[in-house]
């Protein structure tokens, strides 16, 4: 649905984006994850056609957007980081306004008042949009991406401003709207992203760092998985009972704890132990007292990757410099001095 | 194009940009009227329309100055130019509705017309012809002071802009009389606005002032495409 090839903008000498590629396939609901500046709304206002890029291509339902942008703008219903919104206008105007804009074919008043239906909006309609509240407004915009119900939905930062229960609501929303809709969301919470994205791409500094599920990125990220488990059994033989189980590579034993033992469990690779984990001591009668896997929260996950790359960029910087002093001669170095 | 005229001449009457320019062109142009014609008992408008042409230039830039300027400082044109309109239906929508708010006050000296035509006949080809040249002149003041507006966030420094602008086509005529160079002296008379509405005002149907005055709206209208196009590539 959403095609994005070698993009790069550039500001001056600035790259804000540097070669980012992915797609986007239909229904997909896909989170774009990066700290505040690493280049998500230059990345959507491409796609959107609000910018253009200094180089690279996009293609929204099979339609350029640099050659053909009235069609490829129609699939795409759009809500920037800072709503768009006109203060002077009250919300009904506001919408049937950017109903026209849309060019849309369908029943207005009857769409408007469905779409307000749907972020919760029905009781401020015939209110100026400047006398709402910030929680209002960002779903004034949202309804505003909603009219003509577009296959394409670009959502910069949907959740800004809105008190938990409105969040809980909207991510709702768009986990209920990614039935039908394909949609790209930005965000600078990872739990948001955890909780509405299955697939994430993970963006730093105008690059993208990681892409896929939260899970296979924590996955890929957790050096040695293990399992750790603390069991109330005798120590030997609840080691050997371990060692027994299959999947599991290794076992080590980690000290006593609350009169009973903790055990780091190394099981081989993709393989799930848990389960049977749990029927071989239940079958001994060991009651297991806690089991926890070291799986990266998608948290960790980003504050390592973003730590990796800029320790990359580090490291580039020095053996550059480096190169650059093996390049001057001494001799010249030391008239330098003098 | 359409709704964007629609939402940009309702934003006229929302605020008071809208009320303010019409009451203060309505005011002047009632000066003018109740001096050159009715207290001088004079039948002809022509000393009305010489009036409101300095009040015409300096009372456009109050319209224009949040054309674009305010959707820039919003962040409302992401909602404009991210729609299936073109940029070009977008720039004429804002244009059409400036220019029909402008309509709205010149209009006032078609009733003068009338008010004198109860007692004289007020020599309808003047009348006409100095309306069409007020027309005509607002088309490209707008045009001048929307592709101002295009280029800052700020509906001050827009307006400012549009002052200057104007000024400058007032000082140009003066300018003619201190040059020597022939050809310069042609090339700024050539750029005067009072010379060819003059000769509107006059009942002269001048079809090279038409082709100037539509040139000139033409041509900056073009260029406020052009801005917003630069934009979003640099």
Redesign the interface.
Known sequence: MIEVKGLTKR?GVKYAVEDVSFSVGEGEILGLLGPNGAGKSTIM?II?????ATDGTVTVGGYDILEH???A??H?G?L?E?P??????TVE?YLS??F????LRLNKGEHIREVCQKVGIEEVQSRRIGNLSRGYRQRVGLA?ALLGSPPVLILDEPTVGLDPRQITDIRNLIKDLGKQHTIILSSHILPEVQAVCPRVVMIHQGHIIADGSPHSLANSMTVGRRLYARIDGPKEQVRSLLEQIAGVEEVEELGPREGAFEWAILPKEEADVRRPLFFALSRKRWPLLFLQDNEMSLEEVFLALTARAEEQARLAAIEMRDEDLEDESPGEAEEEIV | M???L??EL??YF??PIGYVFLAVFYFFSGYFFTLTCLRSMNASLSGVFAGLFSILLFLVPILTMRLMSEDLR?????????????LTGMVLGKYLAALLVYLLGISITLVFALVISTMASPHWPVVLGSFLGALLLGMAMIAIGMFISSLTQNQVIAAVGGFGAALFLILIDGLGSYLTNETLVALVMSLSFYQRFQSFALGILSLSGVGFFLGVSAIFIFLTVRVFEKR???
């Open positions: 500001y206002n959107t056609g609000y910018l253009s942008p009235g069609k703008k129609a795409i759009y920037p800072q768009p919104l006109y203060l002077d206008m105007e306004f950017s026209q804009l849309k060019k505003q | 359409k709704a964007v629609h939402r309702s934003a929302h605020s919003s962040k409302t044109d992401q909602l404009l130019l991210t729609s299936p309109l073109s979003r590539w640099s």
